[in-house]
């Protein structure tokens, strides 16, 4: 494992550091990106942001990534609205994001435009900086959704990255369609 993070800080191409990335992923048990995620959630809900919150924008997990079941869950009971995405073009790298009322209900006819609530969007990633640089996993997603809505909104929402602390890298290579988040939090902390 150390030899993979030496050769992540010698050679920073984005092959490398998702490689790096994955193959550490892949060494959590559900029952540690659980804990990760529940960590997080706490730190996000201590946030002053998070009680002007209105909408949250947040991925589902899948394995191999740190959980949003737990912030999802404060974010229903708090009474917030819950929107997560659905890939409408996976070749064209294109998503919009749908309401969630419980895990359980999601309505895939309720989508989400900005409305000028204050809004919070979580992004995942294989890795981040704590400048706000953000490396997924290629597909170009959020970049999108983000460099589309972003750049015609008069007041931005937050996004914020999500990841386990061991996802924090010195520096990511970026190019220019990159967009950086404007924080990242982990089960360790909150970095701006």
């Known amino acids: 494992m150390k030899q993979d993070y030496k050769q992540v800080e010698q050679d920073l191409s ?11 992923l892949l060494e959590l048990s559900p029952e540690e990106f659980i804990s990760l995620g529940e ?3 706490e730190i996000i809900a201590g946030q002053s942001f998070w009680s002007h919150t209105q909408e949250l924008l947040v991925f589902v997990s899948y394995k191999h990534e740190i959980s949003t079941q737990a ?25 919009h994001f749908v309401r969630m009322y419980s895990i359980n ?11 000028k609530n204050p809004c919070l969007i979580l992004t995942p990633g294989l890795a981040f900086d704590k400048k706000g640089n953000r490396l997924g996993r290629g597909k170009g997603f959020y970049d999108r959704f983000l460099g589309f ?10 996004v914020l990255g999500l990841c ?16 950086p988040v404007d924080a990242v939090c982990t089960e360790k902390g909150f970095y701006q």
Do not use: C
Request: glycine content about 2%; cysteine-free; hydrophobic content about 45%.
């Open 39 to 41: 960590a997080a959630a």
């Open 14 to 24: 984005k092959t490398t550091v998702r490689a790096a990335m994955k193959k550490r």
């Open 149 to 158: 809505h972003l750049t015609s909104l008069n007041q931005k929402p937050i």
């Open 164 to 179: 386990a602390e061991f996802q924090l890298v010195k520096a990511l290579p970026t190019d220019p369609w990159d967009l």
């Open 105 to 115: 209900n999601i309505d895939t006819d309720e989508t989400w435009a900005y409305a």
């Open 71 to 95: 912030i999802i869950n404060k974010a229903l009971a708090a009474g917030k609205k819950v929107f997560v995405p659905q890939i409408d073009d996976k070749d064209a790298g294109e998503m």
